[in-house]
């Protein structure tokens, strides 16, 4: 069991300094998600298509040339975990489309995670604090399928340690003191007693993915300022201009309120580090769904 564990959630993937690259365990969840709803993993390219383009859209970088859920379906199969109903090469979408064909879990792994109930959510939990921060993943979850209750139910545990680097537990506290516990970019700084509420300390590079504990590396924002900012509505054109997406939209005045950051200076108290470019630059092209609004 521990070893269809393993190979679920240690896919082989090009990993280069800090890069992202969620094409396999997105799929990986998708399944997942298709065989506590269904009871089997197998779904055709169409579906998978469709479906995986969209959460690679939403929940994957921005890369040129579009979400490619062809990479995934084809090249999973090296991990040992996956079967395809007719031979094809792999990252080519033609063969894929001239006839039907599906995708499965090997026996092995489809077995192993239909006689435990609980094996798909603790897979499913590896994969996803492997991937994303906090502020998305239960997005993520709802978005394949998959119910986040369950998957980060008490009892189930963490499919796997992470390979550990140590936060720093003074670091949001640090970052939220040298904003002076408020948004910085809406100057939200609501405070329940003596403490702040719904105001938190949001790393620009994420930690996952080589962000430090750092100053400069950390803005405090309000909750929604944060998971705006994690789903890459929300940027810094350089360490002190907000940048809002133009694939950003809502009706309400409330909600087109996000328009007006567009172009807002950080204003800090002096002293306070702003991000750092580096930083700034791996938000950019690992989250920010570019290109930003015309300024
Ligand atoms: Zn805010």
Redesign the pocket.
Known sequence: MSDVIERLTSLRQHQEDGRRSPHKPLLVLLVLGHLVNTGTSQMSWEEVDGRLGFLLQEFGPPRKGGPKPEYPFTRLRSDMVWELSRDVPDDRVGPLNEEPITGRFVPEVESLLTSDPSAPYRVARGIVEQQFPMTIASDVLIATGLDPEFVFSEGLGAAVSAPERRRSSSWPREILQAWDR???????DGHLGGASVA?EAAHVRWFKFGGPDELDNGLA??????KLLDRGVLGLRDPETVMVSEAFSARTDEGRRIYD?HGKRLTPRPGTALPSQEHIRWHLEEVFKAEALAS
């Open positions: 408020s948004c910085a970019f809406c100057g939200f105001v924002l309000c909750s929604l300022h944060h950051l």
